[in-house]
């Protein structure tokens, strides 16, 4: 499964949004914002996914970031849309949003681990589109692998 190269991003209003193929979550805890350990590709990223037909990309994101990170978000905040390229373009819904506790493990059959980054975070690899997204709209926080 090939790393997805940051093309750009898009700041559409919700009222403009396009047909995202996936969604992800800025998800900031009390001590950084929460990356997952993709087993497959075998980088830190943000938690997220692929929307389900008939989905909301704003369900697919609370979905994905309980089933990846063990996180339920508050009020999810609209970013805009990443473009990315993994051999072929796709573009996915940002979100971000606060969740109050984040588990001190996170095992499954996609993730193997769960951490935190701040700005000082060191965390490699990091996914580019990740990166891209974290420097833009992260807060300060070092990465803490748990």
């Known amino acids: 499964m090939p790393l997805a190269r940051f093309i750009a991003f898009h700041e559409f209003p919700t009222s403009e949004l396009p047909s995202p193929a996936f969604a992800v979550v800025i998800a900031i805890g009390p001590a950084g914002v929460v990356l997952v350990h993709n087993r497959y590709r075998q980088v830190w990223e ?10 909301t990309a704003e369900a697919a994101a609370r979905r994905e970031l309980m089933e990846e990170a063990g996180c339920q978000a508050q009020a999810l905040e609209w970013l805009g849309i990443v ?15 606060r969740v109050p506790s984040v588990p001190a493990t996170m095992i499954n059959e996609e993730i193997d681990g769960i951490g935190l980054w701040t700005p000082e975070t060191t965390a490699e690899p990091l996914g580019a589109c990740d990166r891209a997204l974290l420097q833009r709209f992260g807060p300060a926080a070092p990465f803490n692998r748990r």
């Open 46 to 55: 943000l938690p997220g996914g692929l929307i389900d037909a008939g989905e």
């Open 83 to 97: 473009e990315v390229d993994d051999g072929r373009r796709h573009h996915g819904a940002v979100f971000r949003g």
